[in-house]
T-cell receptor
């Protein structure tokens, strides 16, 4: 079993829909990242959080440390949100700060 | 604008040849990383460097080598010893602080013919 599991693996939505992508992990973490990978391959960091909730525009990320679970929400989805969304957890401390990546959720928003 | 530049974006190589992927950052970040991405798998760490002239093996270092002679540069060499080098390679950097956000390059796609 992977240490970081994302669901769903694939998601198709209609423009305007509210979208939720989930991430569960089985290791102790110091932080969790949500990343967006564009069709060309480049990756952008959306959020880094260690507790609670963060919001940026139409994107909201939440984390529940006790339940080892995080969600990424997209409100009023748009075709330009189509991308792969990747959850990654920072495990361990000190110099290594190892990142463990989920396999990603492929989101397609149709007009 | 600050960021990470990877080159080349696409690279074709014959079996038995070494190839070097470039990664340059102007973010003044201490830590730099190389990841490999394969279909259906999460990114896997090849090598990382926390400071100039020092680097450590990641989870899949065999068949790869790196150097860190300058803070801005962290090139990755894919050697002929790497048995399955065809993949997408991503370079990243961050400040070595608890709140250090991760920045990625645009990636390099290597195909071995």
């Amino acid at each position: 079993k992977n240490e970081v599991e994302q669901s769903p693996q694939n998601l198709t939505a209609q423009e305007g829909e509210f979208i939720t992508i989930n991430c569960s992990y089985s290791v102790g973490i110091s932080a969790l990242h949500w990343l967006q990978q564009h069709p060309g391959g480049g990756i952008v960091s959306l959020f880094m959080l260690s507790s609670g909730k963060k919001k940026h525009g139409r994107l909201i990320a939440t984390i529940n440390i006790q339940e080892k679970h995080s969600s990424l929400h997209i409100t009023a989805s748009h075709p330009r949100d189509s991308a792969v969304y990747i959850c990654a957890v920072r495990s361990g401390g000190g110099a290594t700060n190892k990142l463990i990546f989920g396999t990603g959720t492929l989101l397609a928003v149709q007009p | 604008d600050g960021g990470i530049t990877q080159s080349p974006k696409y690279l074709f190589r014959k079996e038995g040849q070494n190839v070097t992927l470039s990664c340059e950052q102007n973010l003044n970040h201490d830590a730099m990383y190389w990841y490999r991405q394969d279909p259906g798998q999460g990114l896997r760490l090849i090598y990382y460097s926390q400071i100039v002239n020092d680097f450590q093996k990641g989870d899949i270092a065999e068949g790869y080598s790196v150097s860190r002679e300058k803070k801005e540069s962290f090139p990755l060499t894919v050697t002929s010893a790497q048995k399955n080098p065809t993949a997408f390679y991503l370079c990243a950097s961050r400040r070595t602080s608890p709140s250090g956000e991760l920045f990625f390059g645009e990636g390099s796609r290597l195909t071995v013919l």
